[in-house]
């Protein structure tokens, strides 16, 4: 199912919670919790930097001729089945470092219409190319090319209203916060960890939680949440983040990383 989750009509709900949305650069799953996310990323292998390094790639360079096509015997044995089956993917674990068309993982079937909806979405999606640079402004000696920047936004269905205040708002959000907080550390170690760059917003605060003192913030009222599929919603004494599904019952928190869409520990995270 293909659709843009800003667009996505209350009325269509049932239909959207039950599957994985798709489009060119975003992905949109739903799971029952935070947990979910870091239960797969601590049961899948880390591809450690060092497999990257010169001495491991030298010997499938060489194995390229100057027409970009590949020569029958390699220096690595071993490696010449992978480059035969995978010829965009040049690199040790099938990795590869760039390619003309993004490769976004095939859209896999969520929880069944029976059963139970999932209370989180992950919102994974290239970030829009106008809005790279103010992003970037957040995260200060962080080095990422426009169109190379991928947001993932944590959203987390609440049981109270966010529009208002009460000591049990109150509660919930700090309980949300602390969650989403140490999900995102752990989130951004194995992205980092992978080889990545990584960061995360602290919404407490709208910095960076990470990077140097900036004085570029990101609070969940900020109108570039748009771009991201949300709406910012104008209640006269304030404002208040909107989900597509959820209204302002929604508390949210978004990672930046240069991973790619189609790298493994992103997919790690958006598969169902």
Request: glycine share 6%; with cysteine; proline share 9%.
């Amino acid at each position: 199912m293909t659709c843009d989750p800003a667009r996505i009509d209350r009325s269509e709900v049932t239909v959207a919670m039950s599957r994985v949305i798709t489009s060119p650069t975003r992905v949109v799953s739903y799971m029952p919790s935070l947990t979910t996310i870091l239960h797969r990323l601590r049961t899948k292998p880390v591809l450690s930097p060092s497999l990257l390094a010169p001495a491991a790639i030298s010997p499938l360079v060489s194995a390229i001729d100057t027409t970009g096509q590949h020569r029958d015997s390699l220096a690595v044995p071993e490696l010449a089945m992978m480059m035969r089956l995978h010829p965009n993917f040049l690199l040790p674990g099938v990795v590869g470092m760039a390619l003309d068309t993004p490769i976004l993982p095939a859209p896999i079937p969520g929880p069944s219409p029976s059963s139970p909806v999932g209370t989180v979405e992950c919102l994974v999606q290239v970030c829009p190319k106008k809005l790279h640079r103010s992003f970037m402004d957040l995260f200060v000696g962080a080095e990422v090319e426009p169109g190379a920047l991928t947001v993932l936004a944590l959203s987390e269905k609440t049981v109270n209203d966010m529009t208002g205040w009460s000591a049990l708002v109150q509660e919930e959000r700090e309980a949300l916060l602390e969650h989403f907080v140490d999900s995102a550390k752990e989130i951004c170690g194995r992205l980092k960890a992978a080889g990545y760059w990584a960061d995360f917003i602290d919404p407490s605060s709208g910095r960076a939680f990470y990077s140097p003192h900036s004085n570029s913030t990101l609070l969940e009222t900020d109108d570039r949440f748009r771009h991201l599929g949300f709406d910012v919603l104008d209640l006269g004494c304030c404002k208040c983040i909107s989900h597509p599904l959820w209204g302002s019952h929604t508390f949210v928190g978004t990672i930046f990383t240069s991973a790619p869409m189609n790298s493994p520990e992103v997919q790690g995270i958006i598969q169902l």
